[in-house]
C-alpha cells in the first residue's frame, strides 16, 4: 500500500499569537502522523498541540487516531520550565 491508498484526515490548527489574535493552517495528515510531525511541518518550534477535551498532546502521540477530519486543534507556546 503505498501513500496514495492511504485515507489523509485534514485538520485545523490553530495558532495561537502573542498579540492574542489566531492564525489557521489546514494540513492532511495521514495514519500515524505524531504531534511533533505536524508540529516540525508548520515549522512551530516551541509550540505543543491541545486536546479538544484539554491538556496537550505528547510529541509522540499518534495524532490521526486521536483526532477528527475537520476538527480543530490549538498551537500553543510549551509552558516549560528549566530547572
Same mark, same amino acid.
Given at each position: 500500500?503505498?501513500?496514495?491508498?492511504?485515507?489523509?484526515?485534514?485538520?485545523?490548527?490553530?495558532? +495561537?499569537?502573542?498579540?492574542?489574535?489566531?492564525? $489557521?493552517?489546514? /494540513? %492532511?495528515?495521514?495514519?500515524?502522523?505524531?504531534?511533533?510531525?505536524?508540529?516540525?511541518?508548520?515549522?512551530?518550534?516551541?509550540?505543543?498541540?491541545?486536546?479538544?477535551?484539554?491538556? +496537550?498532546?505528547?510529541?509522540?502521540?499518534?495524532? $490521526?487516531?486521536? /483526532? %477528527?477530519?475537520?476538527?480543530?486543534?490549538?498551537?500553543?507556546?510549551?509552558?516549560?520550565?528549566?530547572?
Amino acid at each position: 500500500m503505498n501513500n496514495k491508498d492511504q485515507v489523509t484526515k485534514k485538520i485545523i490548527i490553530s495558532v +495561537a499569537g502573542s498579540d492574542g489574535k489566531h492564525e $489557521y493552517k489546514d /494540513v %492532511e495528515i495521514l495514519p500515524g502522523t505524531q504531534s511533533r510531525d505536524v508540529l516540525k511541518k508548520l515549522d512551530l518550534n516551541g509550540f505543543q498541540l491541545n486536546r479538544p477535551e484539554g491538556g +496537550a498532546f505528547a510529541f509522540s502521540d499518534d495524532l $490521526y487516531a486521536a /483526532v %477528527e477530519s475537520g476538527q480543530k486543534v490549538f498551537a500553543t507556546i510549551a509552558d516549560v520550565e528549566a530547572g
